[in-house]
């Protein structure tokens, strides 16, 4: 009977330890503002390369687009690709007004607003909000929304 006891226990013991024992921890990247902050210059440096794809490299697979200016929603890699073609052929250049980062365990979020300037002069003022994740060896982009100012307050 006494085995049987020891046995019934030591069940119990692993059972109460095993859930701790077989626990995934993550492990955080660390980085600052300023390291944020230079992912929006990496995307706006890759959208004055001219070539679309360069841009969508920086986003992750599943993402979403939520462009400046067309009502489409973007979600797959074409998709973003044949928005980036035709905004690229306008030759804009995309300058931070104003933002405010949040950092957490290997997310981060970029909002603010920014202006495109675009090749014949005319520009865009509009709202933005990047949202990037680690993935173990780049920041990408998990969405990415913009839209235009409205016309008053």
């Known amino acids: 009977m006494l ?25 955080c990247k660390a980085t600052s503002e ?11 440096a890759s959208l ?43 030759k804009p250049v995309g300058a931070i007004d104003s933002r405010t980062i949040e950092i957490d365990c290997n997310t981060a979020v970029d909002a603010g607003l920014y202006t495109f300037t675009f090749g014949d002069g005319s520009a865009v003022h509009a709202r933005y909000t990047y949202t990037y994740k680690w993935n173990g060896r780049q920041w990408l982009i998990t969405s990415h929304h913009s839209s235009a100012m409205p016309e008053h307050n």
């Open 48 to 90: 004055q390369t001219g070539e679309p794809g360069k841009v969508v490299q920086h986003y992750d697979k599943k993402s979403i687009l939520l462009p400046t200016v067309s009502n489409k929603p973007r979600l797959t890699a074409e998709e973003k690709e044949d928005y980036f073609e035709h905004f690229m052929q306008r």
């Open 34 to 44: 300023k390291e944020v902050a230079a992912l929006f210059d990496r995307w706006n």
């Open 3 to 27: 085995p049987l006891r020891i046995t019934a226990l030591a069940a119990t013991l692993l059972l109460a330890v095993a859930p701790g024992a077989f626990a995934h921890t993550e492990h």
